[in-house]
T-cell receptor, first 113, second 113 residues
Framework: DGGITQSPKYLFRKEGQNVTLSCEQNLNHDAMYWYRQDPGQGLRLIYYSQIVNDFQKGDIAEGYSVSREKKESFPLTVTSAQKNPTAFYLC????????????FGPGTRLTVL | AQSVAQPEDQVNVAEGNPLTVKCTYSVSGNPYLFWYVQYPNRGLQFLLKYITGDNLVKGSYGFEAEFNKSQTSFHLKKPSALVSDSALYFCATEGGSQGNLIFGKGTKLSVKP
């Protein structure tokens, strides 16, 4: 999983709670991404950041928030406004060019109880 | 809009036989195409990519992919399948200036002994 760590591996949340998923990379990559994976739907982009202190919404940003205070870190908060948060969450990083390979972390499986 | 399609939800192959996992694309401009593999409850692992040059791209673990501009396809191939190749395979293309990837829905490859 190439220099990207995600924690925790499994996360359980009660309805109405906010939770934060961690993503750290030591690849010195400028760009970082959060994707959500649901069975049979591939991966969908939640948020991305191409530089520190800047980030942009992806296709399904509603109910999520992020920060990028350090180059190495891009935490994702799943808020209580996210209607269907149970999913597998994947963080990725790259140098930022659209020809560059993205490297993925091992993922966090979030289950809402 | 950029998109890729994987027409098969599942591909079944006998060990030792050649395998093909199909992908077609619809992109504006030059196509940048990627293949990733995912094992259960793991992140995505990069296999190979096409940016420019030779239509036959060689990647990790003995996989290769053939870029066909006239058929807008980028099929993943391997001459002799292994049971350990059983996994979920994703085709992807670049999403534009933000550098994210746009994924197909994935194809589950099952290799039987």
């Amino acid at each position: 999983d190439g220099g990207i760590t995600q924690s925790p591996k499994y996360l359980f949340r009660k309805e109405g709670q906010n939770v934060t998923l961690s993503c750290e990379q030591n690849l010195n990559h400028d760009a970082m991404y959060w994707y959500r994976q649901d069975p049979g739907q591939g991966l969908r982009l939640i948020y991305y950041s191409q530089i520190v202190n800047d980030f942009q919404k992806g296709d399904i940003a509603e109910g999520y928030s992020v920060s990028r205070e350090k180059k190495e870190s891009f935490p994702l908060t799943v808020t209580s406004a996210q209607k269907n948060p149970t999913a597998f969450y994947l963080c990725a990083s790259s140098s930022g060019l659209n020809t560059d390979t993205q490297y993925f972390g091992p993922g966090t499986r979030l289950t809402v109880l | 809009a950029q998109s890729v399609a994987q027409p098969e939800d599942q591909v079944n192959v006998a060990e030792g036989n050649p395998l093909t996992v199909k992908c077609t694309y619809s992109v504006s401009g030059n196509p940048y195409l990627f293949w990733y593999v995912q094992y259960p409850n793991r992140g995505l692992q990069f296999l190979l990519k096409y940016i420019t040059g030779d239509n036959l791209v060689k990647g990790s673990y003995g996989f290769e992919a053939e870029f066909n501009k006239s058929q807008t396809s980028f099929h993943l191939k391997k001459p002799s399948a292994l049971v350990s190749d059983s996994a979920l395979y994703f085709c992807a293309t670049e999403g534009g200036s933000q550098g994210n990837l746009i994924f197909g829905k994935g194809t589950k490859l099952s290799v039987k002994p």
